[in-house]
């Protein structure tokens, strides 16, 4: 069992790959089970399916409570293997690693560094380079 979090510092384009990430389950076959995702924008939390796994994501990754609520509701749908956002590092008290450490030792934690582009021209590739470095880890498991 694993969480996964896109580390970055705070508006490096996390939510934004995470938003991507959940495009390319869907491209790739995964079933939605359920979801909050909005075209529009904002944050989200989606469960997926296959081959019998259950898969979570949620956007969320700016403080405590929201990753922590967002993960647990995720485990308590089932899923197995997650992925959310956290900051780099916790400034101070309980922040966003702190509150994926609240699931240790039922499920490993991998940190995956979110790439920041140089210029804006490059986010959006710095920003599908890192979805699919996310999806690939993810699908390698399922």
């Known amino acids: 069992m694993y969480i996964f979090a896109l580390r970055g510092r705070g508006n490096s384009g996390k939510s934004t790959t995470i938003r991507l990430l959940n495009g390319l389950f869907v491209q790739n076959g995964y079933q939605i089970v359920s979801t909050t995702f909005n075209q529009q924008g904002g944050d989200f939390r989606t469960v997926f399916t296959r081959k019998g796994k259950l898969i979570g994501i ?13 993960l647990e509701a995720l485990i308590n749908d ?65």
């Open 58 to 70: 949620t956007s969320s990754g700016d403080t405590f409570d929201l990753v922590h609520d967002n």
């Open 78 to 142: 089932g899923c197995t293997l997650c992925v959310c956002a956290c900051r780099t590092f916790d400034r101070y008290g309980q922040g966003t690693n702190a509150a994926i450490d609240t699931f240790l030792p039922n499920y490993q934690k991998q940190y995956i560094d979110k790439n920041v582009a140089v210029t804006a021209a490059q986010e959006l590739q710095a920003n599908q380079n890192d979805a699919q470095t996310l999806f690939n880890i993810v699908d390698a498991l399922v």
